[in-house]
């Protein structure tokens, strides 16, 4: 099959990136939509889905142009979770098996938190058990209102393991303990209170609509800046404020001055014109 993205400014890997169940669309200006493409089956996750999502997150960490990565489920559902085939195989598996099945889960989550570009996940429908720990990986989330979550695993004597790292990262042990303990249904405005997602939108137009706010914003971004500034979340997040960390961020801003980037944005800004990177409409 040949590269679904033609376009010249988003260079990706001669590979077969699109799949029967993992579509992927870019445009002119660098932003992608990765498309879990099970609508039949809710999107729900097998070892096939997450196989086809763990290829096209590590083809997309290392491709030249591409500036967001949006996240999206076909058919109207985000995730409904785990697929009822894939959980009823796995009671007959060794926990061996199961534990080797659960890691290729843990690694796509991984691709997906190390891509060095914004990711958002735009949810409609469900977004149960690891739909819903996707939407804690994105960088940013957005959902309708009419959305629902859950992290149903206890409601099947089960836990939400890989998932639960980003998780409790974005809503705080408190909350994730609470969710995760009840499995109870919760609606987008819960999800925005929790900070699981950071914006309710009224409908499936309105989530277009933000779609393409987003991507236009992050083309004001430099990309170098932006996967310098998810690293130094991760770095910084829970350390204790010591000498240490004072001289490491005063470093890194040191750095960043003095870089090519850091550079441009600032003589841009002062001569009051966009810099090299900015995406200019014709």
């Known amino acids: 099959m040949s590269n679904p993205i033609a376009d010249p400014l988003v260079e990706l890997p001669d590979t077969s990136l699109t799949t029967e169940l993992v579509r992927i669309e870019a445009t002119l200006e660098g932003a992608v939509t990765v498309w879990l493409n099970r609508p039949a089956r809710k999107n729900a996750f097998d070892a096939d889905l997450i196989s086809a999502m763990d290829e096209a997150f590590e083809t997309l960490r290392g491709a030249e142009g591409v500036r967001v990565v949006f996240l999206r489920g076909?058919?109207?559902?985000?995730?409904?979770?785990?697929?009822?085939?894939?959980?009823?195989?796995?009671?007959e598996r060794t926990e061996g098996d199961n534990r080797e099945d659960a890691f290729a889960?843990?690694?796509?989550?991984?691709?997906?938190?190390?891509?060095?570009?914004?990711?958002?996940?735009?949810?409609?429908?469900?977004?149960?058990?690891?739909?819903a720990g996707l939407a804690a990986v994105c960088d940013l989330a957005v959902a309708v209102s009419d959305a629902r979550f859950s992290f149903s695993e206890v409601k099947l004597g089960l836990i939400p393991a890989t998932i639960s790292p980003y998780v409790v990262a974005a809503i705080g042990p408190r909350a994730a303990r609470g969710l995760f303990s009840t499995g109870q249904v919760f609606d987008a405005d819960h999800a925005l209170r929790t900070g699981l997602i950071g914006e309710v939108v009224a409908d499936a137009a309105a989530l277009q609509a933000a779609h393409d706010r987003i991507a236009r914003e992050i083309m004001d971004c430099a990309p170098?800046?932006?996967?310098?500034?998810?690293?130094?979340?991760?770095?910084?997040?829970?350390?204790?404020?010591?000498?240490?960390?004072?001289?490491?961020?005063?470093?890194?801003?040191?750095?960043?001055?003095?870089?090519?980037?850091?550079?441009?944005?600032?003589?841009?800004?002062?001569?009051?014109?966009?810099?090299?990177?900015?995406?200019?409409?014709?």
């Open 224 to 282: 170098d800046a932006v996967a310098a500034s998810k690293r130094l979340v991760a770095d910084v997040y829970g350390r204790e404020i010591d000498h240490g960390l004072m001289e490491e961020t005063a470093r890194r801003i040191a750095q960043a001055r003095v870089s090519e980037a850091g550079q441009e944005g600032v003589r841009a800004f002062l001569a009051r014109r966009k810099p090299s990177w900015a995406f200019t409409e014709d």
């Open 105 to 131: 889960m843990a690694q796509m989550l991984k691709r997906l938190w190390d891509l060095p570009m914004l990711t958002v996940a735009l949810v409609e429908g469900a977004a149960f058990g690891g739909g």
């Open 74 to 91: 076909t058919g109207g559902t985000f995730s409904a979770g785990a697929d009822l085939d894939w959980m009823r195989a796995a009671v």
